[in-house]
């Protein structure tokens, strides 16, 4: 059972590059969360998703955006990446919003 | 915007003493649940209250959510390395989607 799957683990990228992190899910769940988290520091939101075709902002959403064509998938795009994007990224997914945890995958340390 | 805040944010304890971090939200809470990210992982649930004035245990950790529903604690009973990492709660608000972490709390314990 793989749960929640990340790749790439680790990217390096230049200023004003694009990427897209993936994130998918093999538990039939319902909500998806991108957070980032930097260092010493606790976990932002940036998108969130209740289902497919549905997605929201979170606290920090500027220079990124999501997909979410189907349940198991939920790609973070960086577009015009920023010093200010060096961060790692989580992606983690729940069956509900108030009932069930949420479990996060290994995370994405990026560096710009 | 919801806002949580964890107190400390740091705390250094020797091994066999007790710790304790605060929780506390702007907004009141539908739930909260309560993570441990050990150094370089990802946060792993621990537990998730739902009524007000609940408590709840796991072995040696204690946690609480308050009256009000806008905070929790969670107490560590004679603390051991193994202990080690950032906790931190998260919530939701009413009926939002979003689920909010909280600052974290970030323990060390020695010998």
């Known amino acids: 059972n793989a749960g929640v799957t990340q790749t790439p683990k680790f990217r390096i990228l230049k200023i004003g590059q694009s990427m897209t992190l993936q994130c998918t899910q093999d538990?039939?769940?319902?909500?998806m969360y991108w957070y980032r988290q930097d260092p010493g520091m606790g976990l932002k939101l940036i998108y969130y998703?209740?289902?497919?075709?549905?997605?929201d902002k979170g606290e920090v959403p500027n220079g990124y955006n999501v997909s979410r064509s189907t349940t198991e998938d939920f790609p973070l795009r960086l577009e015009l990446a920023a010093p200010s994007q060096t961060s790692v990224y989580f992606c983690a997914s729940s069956y509900s919003m108030t009932q069930t945890a949420a479990f996060f995958g290994q995370g994405t340390r990026l560096t710009v | 915007g919801q806002q949580v805040m964890q107190i400390p944010q740091y705390q250094h304890v020797q091994e066999g003493e007790d710790f304790t971090t605060y929780c506390n939200s702007s907004t009141t809470l539908s739930n909260i649940q309560w993570y441990k990210q050990r150094p370089g992982g990802h946060p792993v649930f621990l537990i998730q209250l739902v009524k007000s004035g609940e408590v709840k245990k796991q072995k040696r950790l204690t946690f609480q959510f308050g009256e009000a529903k806008k905070n929790s604690s969670l107490h560590i009973t004679a603390t051991q390395t193994t202990d080690v990492g950032t906790y931190f709660c998260a919530g939701n608000a009413g009926t939002a989607s979003k689920l909010t972490f909280g600052t974290g709390t970030r323990l060390q314990v020695t010998l």
């Open positions: 998703s209740v289902g497919a075709g549905i997605t």
């Open positions: 538990m039939n769940h319902n909500y």
